[in-house]
């Protein structure tokens, strides 16, 4: 049902409801007030034909006496009105058409009868033996009654028509500036994601256009941030892909080490692929809805463990660990905890000269864990840190595949951690990630500690 | 025909490398803007490969640059970034040829050779000059119907003498069209298979040009 017919139907009603309430009390005191009047006129004109009577009473005395019974007759008085009057029991004068049964019975005052099928109202008045009835047929009254009741409704009823075509159509230019808004957005095609312009728009609907005109700006900014996101991420893919293919190619085309080499290489290539495959995922389940609580307790040392395991599993010595013996849990799931840090670790290790050492620290506050990673490395300059957290950039032709960093900000903001990069005076670069770490019990406050916090806010890029 | 690869990713040269080299060509590999530019000022070559993800500068940027220096070597790029206005932008930034990784190792070959074929103002891939055929694809020669054996360096020497047309190539320009840089060359390398080639084709089928160098000579194959 369109807007303006459910207006119109809504006003419409209501509008004849209350109207036709109106009118029914109308009627209903119109029909009241006739009918006093008209028993008035009954009234009135018994007493009139009494007074004329007795004022002469020689006109009817003496004819009794002689003449016997003979009644006089009367000109009519008014339409429909019957009058009639009697001396004890006898009639002596009355209006043509009203018989003698019909009228002599009636008791004093108002009352009504049925005479020959039609409905009587009489009204009888004694006055000086002089007995004067007068009387009106019912279905004249009606009938006056209807008379007067269509000559009033008629104006009504066309008062009534005309302003629900009043409302029809000012209901219609009422909304033709969002209908206007429709068939501007109706001729738009679907990936247009430009600004509604504002300017032939109706001053009331500036607010929905503005809104609206956020919302496409916000949705604009997101499509091309995912699709800039698709096409790096296809590039990524594409280059270890391309590595394994032109390897598997040589090995088809040479025989000896030459193949054996290409074919080394090509699982290097498979190696560097699932590398990038494996980030991608994890970064796209950080950022999205998928639920990590694995029911496994990060404690911080063991996440630490963990996450030199993996970063270096046959090197542990170039990482030197300075927990001080804090014991504390995260209040994120390990696994994440652990991907994070080792994403850190990796990325240390990949800048600092291989005899060189990184160095770990666990530092606790009372809500939160830091890990602190400490690299020999050339570090970073001030635009390098502004870029280092963005998906897929590389220091140089680094090696990584460009998501590390970038999950380890997305684990920060999704668990209302924090993840700074400080370029160190003495040279190398300082890596800080604080994360919550479990206040009460285990039980009861898991759940509860590891929805992020809305107020949780990122640092701003570059950290200085 | 001698191949400059320029290109970053270490995994993916030397894949290439290894393929172009088994395929018979000359290819050096460098691996960035600074070194490329370097390499073409060093030593001949007859086509580039070119990245356009470089570590030091965006390879489209390096390739305006060297051709408003005047370099006129055809140059290949080779990216993954396939959107049709890189594309666009890759071959009026003055590439003649655009291929998309992941690439097939044929193609690639078979396209460098077009594109020097192009170079050389030919249409036809195959060589013809008189009784003598070579077709740089396969790789086979032919003299006068009969099909003659040569090594990898003599099909390079003859294929780089038979693109000069009768132009005279100084014995420094061959062995740049027959070894890379990470090649160590015998002084004598390049007489040895020019005497091999004349044994094989006939005696006066190099001419040398004293103190210039050698020229294939027109019509006496």
Known sequence: MTLRLRLLLMIGISMILMWGAVALWMLHGLDKEMQRTLDQRLAMSAHMVAGLMSQNPAAWDGRT?????????????????????SMRGEVIARTPGATPESLATAALGFSERELRGEHWRSYTLETNGLRVTTADRLT????????????????????????????????????????????????????????????????????????????????????????????????????PLTAIKTHLQVARITQGTDAEVAMDYAEEGVARLQHTLSQLLTLSQVEGAFSWEDGSVADANEVARLAMRDAVPHALERITLDSDGIRAELALPQALAVTALRNLLDNALRHSPSANSVRLEIRRSPETISFHVFDRGPGLSDDELALATQRFWRRGSGRGSGLGLSIVAAIAERFGGLFELLQRSDGGLEVRLTLPCMVGSVGEDFKHVLVPSKGSKMPTWPAK | MRVLLIEDDELIAHGILAGLRAHGLTVDGVRTAAHAEAALSAAHCDVVILDLGLPDEDGMRLLQRLRAKGMTLPVLILTARDAVQDRVAGLRAGAD???????????????????????????????????????????????HGRAVALSRRELALLAALLHAGGRILSPDQLKDSLYDFSEEIESNALNVHIHHLRRKLGADVIETVRGVGYRFSAGKA
């Open chain 1, 140 to 239: 004249e009254r009606d009938t006056l009654l209807r008379n007067v009741t269509v000559a009033a409704a008629t104006p009504f009823v066309a008062a009534l028509v005309g302003s629900l075509l009043v409302l029809w159509f000012g209901v219609g230019s009422g909304l033709l500036p969002l209908e206007r808004l429709r068939q501007v957005l109706a001729s738009r095609t679907p990936d247009a994601l430009t600004p509604i312009p504002d300017k032939p728009m109706s001053r009331d609907l500036l607010p929905l256009v503005n809104t609206l005109n956020h919302l496409l700006g916000r949705m604009s900014e997101t499509i091309s941030r995912e699709r800039r996101f698709t096409s790096d991420a296809a590039h990524e893919l594409r280059t």
């Open chain 1, 65 to 85: 006496g002689k003449a016997g019974p003979s009644t006089l007759s009367m000109p009519v008085a008014a339409k429909g009105l019957a009058c009639q009057v």
């Open chain 2, 97 to 143: 040829d655009y291929l998309l990784k992941p690439f097939d190792l044929d193609e690639l070959v078979a396209r460098l050779q077009a594109l020097l074929r192009r170079a050389a103002g030919r249409s036809v891939d195959v060589i013809t000059h008189g009784p003598l055929r070579l077709d740089p694809a396969s790789g086979e020669v032919s003299l």
